[in-house]
């Protein structure tokens, strides 16, 4: 059964290094997300990406993140200048298209740990 | 905005006693609802939804949900589980045309034998 994999599951870093979380969407899905969960908080929806560009993003989602499909595989979130506050789960997600008939296929999570 | 609440973050139970995990929702527009769980280590799957129609939903693993409008919840219920059924299970809603699932804070079910 196709998934959605994420690496690596794990990622120590620096306050105000830079990050790049990585996304394999299941290959024929068109629509691509990413949602954080900070540790005993809600699951939040962070942006979502159709036809290489963001179709819909959170407040959350400010200038210190952005995402890019670089090749036909991969969906990855950087974040520029890592905050303590940033340190959480990162999950992707990708689905056939927006509508509610199709469903989100979520990765493992990556979580994220900033010193 | 949409808002969900899920009041119960851990929910113990015995193995084969029924269980319900509460889901309340906050939405001015209509909602699609959905229940996620998430099994150790692994990522959100979806455990069933309710877009229109048949107000009472079903899992293949005996899971149901009942979209409940007055009340605006969507409460999730099964009535004998199991050890496998240990998990974190996220609630969640979606505004109609958005793309984005909006997730209450999730609640852990562990089953004592």
């Known amino acids: 059964e196709p998934e959605v994999t994420q690496t690596p599951s794990h990622q120590v870093t620096q306050m105000g290094q830079e990050v790049i979380l990585r996304c394999v969407p299941i290959?024929?899905?068109?629509?691509f997300y990413w949602y954080r969960q900070i540790l005993g908080q809600k699951v939040e929806f962070l942006v979502s990406f159709y036809n290489n560009e963001i179709s819909e993003k959170s407040e959350i989602f400010d200038d210190q993140f952005s995402v890019e499909r670089p090749d036909g595989s991969n969906f990855t979130l950087k974040i520029r200048s890592t905050k303590l506050e940033d340190s959480a789960m990162y999950f992707c997600?990708?689905?056939?298209?927006?509508?509610?008939?199709?469903?989100?296929?979520f990765g493992p999570g990556t979580r994220l740990t900033v010193l | 905005a949409q808002s969900v609440t899920q009041l119960d973050s851990q929910v113990p139970v015995f193995e084969e006693a029924p269980v319900e995990l509460r889901c309340n929702y906050s939405s001015s527009v209509s909602v699609y609802l959905f229940w996620y769980v998430q099994y150790p280590n692994q990522g959100l799957q979806l455990l069933l939804k309710?877009?229109?129609?048949?107000?009472l939903v079903e899992s293949i693993n005996g899971f149901e949900a009942e979209f409940n409008k007055s009340q605006t919840s969507f409460h999730l219920r099964k009535p004998s589980v199991h050890i496998s059924d240990t998990a974190e299970y996220f609630c969640a809603v979606r505004k109609q045309g958005a793309q984005k699932l909006v997730f209450g804070q999730g609640t852990r079910l562990t089953i004592n034998p």
């Open positions: 997600a990708s689905s056939l298209d927006w509508s509610s008939y199709n469903e989100q296929f």
């Open positions: 309710y877009l229109s129609g048949s107000t």
């Open positions: 290959s024929n899905h068109l629509y």
